[in-house]
């Protein structure tokens, strides 16, 4: 039974640049949440993707985006990105209630 | 909006004692509670999940929810040094809403 996935595992950009994260949901689950982990902090909801839709957000801005495919695999985009935006990106699949499984996240670094 | 407050520790515990680790919140709409643990440089790993007020038991874990109190802990019998790590509390919104987290507590066991 495949768990959740995520590429790339680690990734360096430059301040204003744009990035997209990839991740396939653990196998039987249609719904994906996205997370970000800055340094010491807990995880905070981005958004969620449901039946390829946008269906809940956190409180981020527009530069952060994303997209769920047929399949039910996701990607997370940020536009502009900020020294600020350092931080561990994870993506949680779920099906039907609210137990969250977490992929190993993708740690990305903004110079 | 929702708050979620844990003891940031470091809290330290000999091996073979009991760890308590404690979590207050402020959604009392909340319905359901997850416990995730986060090894460093790792994403978060559910542990445990508990919906009704009481005790639920697992192995060497324990969660306990009083909603009355907005408080809900974790017990981790027989500590091990596997068990250091930070822990994250985690009141379920209600589905698409996402996971509101605490800043987790990080446990050290001591040998």
């Known amino acids: 039974d495949a768990g959740v996935t995520q590429s790339p595992t680690h990734l360096i950009k430059t301040r204003g640049q744009q990035v997209t994260l990839r991740c396939s949901p653990k196998?039987?689950?249609?719904?994906v949440s996205w997370y970000q982990q800055a340094l010491g902090q807990g995880p905070q909801f981005i958004f969620q993707y449901y039946e390829e839709e946008e269906r809940q957000r956190g409180n981020f801005p527009d530069r952060f985006s994303g997209h769920q495919f047929p399949n039910y695999s996701s990607e997370l985009n940020v536009n502009a990105l900020l020294l600020g935006d350092s931080a561990l990106y994870l993506c949680?699949?779920?099906?039907?209630?609210?137990?969250?499984?977490f992929g190993p996240g993708t740690r990305l670094l903004v110079l | 909006q929702k708050e979620v407050e844990q003891n940031s520790g470091p809290l330290s515990v000999p091996e073979g004692a009991i760890a308590s680790l404690n979590c207050t919140y402020s959604d009392r709409g909340s319905q359901s509670f997850f416990w995730y643990r986060q090894y460093s440089g790792k994403s978060p790993e559910l542990i445990m999940s508990i919906y009704s007020n009481g005790d639920k038991e697992d192995g060497r874990f324990t969660a306990q929810l009083n909603k009355a109190s907005q408080y809900v802990s974790l017990l981790i019998r027989d500590s091990q040094p596997s068990d250091s790590a930070t822990y994250l509390c985690?009141?379920?919104?209600?589905?698409?809403?996402?996971?509101?987290f605490g800043k987790g507590t990080h446990l050290i066991i001591q040998p």
């Open positions: 196998s039987g689950h249609d719904t």
């Open positions: 949680a699949s779920l099906t039907g209630g609210e137990t969250q499984y």
């Open positions: 985690a009141p379920g919104g209600g589905g698409a809403d996402g996971l509101t």
